[in-house]
């Protein structure tokens, strides 16, 4: 049983920031990477930033220079830092994880709000 818990999401202005935490419990060896998505409304889920076992980040264009992702393996946790938010950042983002031999595992998501 694996178990992820996103926290950090909530409504801010233009141009401010958020940090989101994703904790990982349960039986998690073996993660090869760990990651967030986001889904607006009415709109595909997408990538927005990914981070693998051997330390490889990526991120999706409309986030890079704004977005951070970053890991504490000792806790299991990854995180997303999030600056000079846009109206167009509002979704609901998920924390994925990929275990070798076991597949995906997504988190329930939190709510992200940028509005004035």
């Known amino acids: 049983q694996v178990q992820l818990v996103e926290s950090g999401g909530g409504l801010v202005q233009p141009g401010g920031s958020l940090r989101l935490s994703c904790a990982a419990s349960?039986?998690?060896?073996?993660?090869?990477?760990m990651g967030w998505y986001r889904q607006a409304p009415g709109k595909e889920r997408e990538f927005v930033a990914g981070i693998s076992s051997g330390g490889t980040i990526n991120y999706a264009n409309p986030v890079k220079g704004r977005f951070a992702i970053s890991e504490d393996n000792a806790k299991n946790t990854v995180y997303l830092q999030m600056n000079s938010l846009k109206p167009e950042d509002t979704a609901v983002y998920l924390c994925r994880i990929f275990i070798v031999g076991r597949g995906d595992y997504w988190g329930q998501g939190t709510q992200v709000t940028v509005s004035s």
């Open positions: 349960g039986s998690i060896s073996g993660i090869k990477s």
